[in-house]
């Protein structure tokens, strides 16, 4: 066997277990109104989410929607289990001066709760009484 023909296979192997990783957990939700989430803006819709698995290093989530895929990072994994929520998957987001926005992405099944970033306001009073939604998330 020749050099080239090793390098390809091994290409190969390395391409299909990353594509593997990436693919993690899934889960589903529907959107009711337009949101950001992150660098995103969010159509009302419905999404799917995947997460690649905890092997792979940073937790990059991949949202599919009708228009494609996108990429966000969140800013905090919380993988600890002494702080525990129900096993409920769900959605935050937090309405700010009229526009939602993904604050948390809990997965019950696996006790991890993921943080997303939120533009700066001048106090958390404000922020706090600007409402927030819990969205479920099937599949997760």
């Known amino acids: 066997m020749n050099i080239s023909r090793i390098l390809g296979f ?3 192997v ?3 277990a990353a594509g593997a990783a990436q693919a993690g957990q899934q889960a589903t939700f529907h959107l009711p109104f337009e949101a950001r989430w992150g660098e995103l803006t969010l159509a009302p819709g419905d999404y799917k989410v995947s997460l690649p698995e905890a092997s792979v290093g940073i937790r990059q989530f991949i949202v599919r929607g ?3 895929a996108r990429y966000i990072l ?9 702080n525990r929520e129900s096993n409920n998957s769900y959605l935050e ?3 700010v001066n009229g526009t939602y926005f993904v604050t948390k992405f809990r997965s019950g099944a696996e006790e991890k709760t ?4 939120v533009p700066k306001h001048n106090s958390q009073t404000e922020l ?13």
């Open 114 to 117: 993921f943080l997303f970033s």
């Open 74 to 82: 969140p800013i905090v994994t919380d993988y600890g289990t002494s």
């Open 93 to 95: 987001l937090v309405k």
């Open 128 to 140: 706090a009484n600007q409402g927030s939604v819990k969205l479920g998330v099937s599949g997760n």
């Open 10 to 12: 091994g290409f190969l």
């Open 66 to 68: 009708d228009d494609g």
């Open 14 to 16: 390395m391409t299909v």
